[in-house]
């Protein structure tokens, strides 16, 4: 299914993803994406699930950007891994605009994957690329910016990073938050020059950006009662049904 043409139970279905989103990113102060993205994508295609989560995912951005604070700390020493994000943002959004739909679902698939491995990988020797900072921002940047423009998920590549760099947890979710504001913004920005974003697609996103700021209300609430140990668990759980089921979708184009 594609396109706005649902039926109330898919919108419904649709509400209740986005407001799980938003209950995440209250509760940890990033992910909203990483959860928003993959599940819509499995009720239409990639680009459809990344325009409904337009103005959502920025507005709860724009509010964790603003309650991080601490910008001296973050803003003022990784700037540049920031700018890296937008010239990937908009390599990633070009490639949504023109890729079929389902190998994105196989590239979404495999940042999922990645995601639920980024300790594994981080204990990679990285040493010889950590060693040109300036080619580390580069290299992070843009593959963290190309994920968040094509499919909707930075969150690894840039976690990889700030974790190799033993950065303190609230700067982390500070440039995290300000890296996916830039790539939405960037994104968005792209899908409209290419005339991907409609009338339509923009009305459907007013609602849901109410339902994602409840979420995320409802998400500091959460935070304050549940271990985050827990609350990881279950993502990480459904995270990878998700992502074995997006593969086998996205595996139906090459074996048709």
């Given at each position: 299914m594609s396109g706005f043409d649902f039926s109330p139970l898919v919108?419904?279905?649709i509400g209740a993803t986005i407001f799980v989103a938003g209950l995440s990113q209250?509760?940890?102060g990033f992910g909203f994406?990483?959860?928003?993205?993959?599940?819509?994508?499995?009720?239409?295609?990639?680009?459809?699930?990344?325009?409904?989560?337009l103005l959502p995912n920025m507005t709860v951005n724009i509010i964790s950007v603003i309650q991080g604070g601490?910008?001296?700390?973050?803003l003022g020493v990784h700037w540049p891994v920031a700018v890296y994000v937008l010239?990937?943002?908009f390599i990633g959004a070009s490639v949504l605009v023109v890729a079929p739909a389902e190998p994105l679902r196989l590239l979404l698939a495999g940042i999922i994957l990645v995601y639920l491995y980024q300790k594994q990988i981080a204990l990679l020797n990285w040493?010889?690329?950590m060693r040109r900072p300036r080619v580390a921002q580069a290299a992070f940047g843009v593959t963290g910016g190309f994920f968040s423009g094509s499919v909707n998920n930075s969150l690894p590549p840039l976690l990889i990073y700030f974790m190799l760099l033993?950065?303190?947890?609230?700067?982390?979710?500070?440039?995290l938050n300000?890296?996916?504001l830039g790539g939405k913004a960037v994104q968005a920005a792209t899908l409209a020059g290419a005339g991907e974003l409609s009338l339509r697609a923009a009305a459907a996103n007013i609602p849901l950006t109410l339902v994602a700021l409840a979420g995320m209300w409802a998400g500091t609430q959460v935070g304050r009662r549940v271990s985050e140990a827990t609350y990881q668990r279950l993502l990480r759980q459904i995270l990878l049904v998700v992502a074995l089921v997006l593969s086998v979708q996205g595996l139906r184009y090459f074996f048709k």
């Open positions: 919108w419904a279905a209250g509760a940890m994406p990483a959860i928003s993205t993959p599940v819509l994508a499995l009720m239409t295609d990639i680009k459809t699930a990344v325009l409904l989560n601490n910008w001296r700390a973050s010239l990937g943002s040493d010889a690329l033993g950065v303190e947890a609230t700067i982390m979710t500070q440039m300000l890296c996916f």
